[in-house]
C-alpha cells in the first residue's frame, strides 16, 4: 500500500469516526440495527426533539453511513452497511473493559486508604 493510499484510508476513517463523537449519532445507528425507521419513530422511541434527529441522520448520511428509502409518502432510515454494528459493539467492549479497570484501580486506592 502506498502512502497515499494510507492518507486516502486515514482521511475516510476520520469521515466515518468523527460521526460517531456524538452519543446521540451512536443512539440512533444502534436504533437502525432492528431495521428501517421514520424520524417520527426514532423521535417517539427516544424521546428526541425531531429537529435534533434530522440534524444527526443529516450528518449521519453526509458521512455515508444511514440512507433513505422512500416507501409512499414516508422516509426510512436504514444502515449503510450494517457492519457498522460489530464495530460499535466491538468498541463498546472495549470500553466496557476500560471501565472495569478504572473501577478496580479506584477501589483498590480507596480500599487502601
Known amino acids: 500500500m502506498t502512502k497515499q493510499n494510507l492518507e486516502e484510508i486515514y482521511q475516510l476513517h476520520n469521515?466515518?469516526?468523527r460521526p460517531l463523537g456524538d452519543?446521540?449519532?451512536?443512539m440512533l445507528l444502534n436504533y437502525l440495527r432492528d431495521g428501517p425507521k421514520t424520524v417520527?419513530?426514532?423521535?417517539?422511541?427516544?424521546?428526541?426533539?425531531?429537529?435534533?434527529?434530522s440534524?444527526?441522520?443529516?450528518?449521519?448520511r453526509h458521512s455515508l453511513?444511514?440512507?433513505t428509502k422512500r416507501e409512499g409518502s414516508n422516509i426510512f432510515y436504514e444502515l449503510a452497511d450494517e457492519r457498522i454494528i460489530?464495530?460499535?459493539?466491538?468498541?463498546?467492549?472495549?470500553l466496557r473493559g476500560q471501565l472495569d479497570q478504572k473501577r478496580r484501580i479506584h477501589d483498590r486506592y480507596f480500599d487502601a486508604t
Open 65 to 67: 453511513l444511514v440512507r
Open 23 to 26: 452519543p446521540k449519532r451512536i
Open 55 to 60: 440534524q444527526h441522520l443529516a450528518i449521519l
Open 15 to 17: 469521515e466515518i469516526c
Open 40 to 53: 417520527g419513530e426514532m423521535v417517539e422511541e427516544l424521546e428526541l426533539k425531531q429537529a435534533n434527529v
Open 86 to 94: 460489530s464495530v460499535l459493539d466491538l468498541l463498546r467492549e472495549i
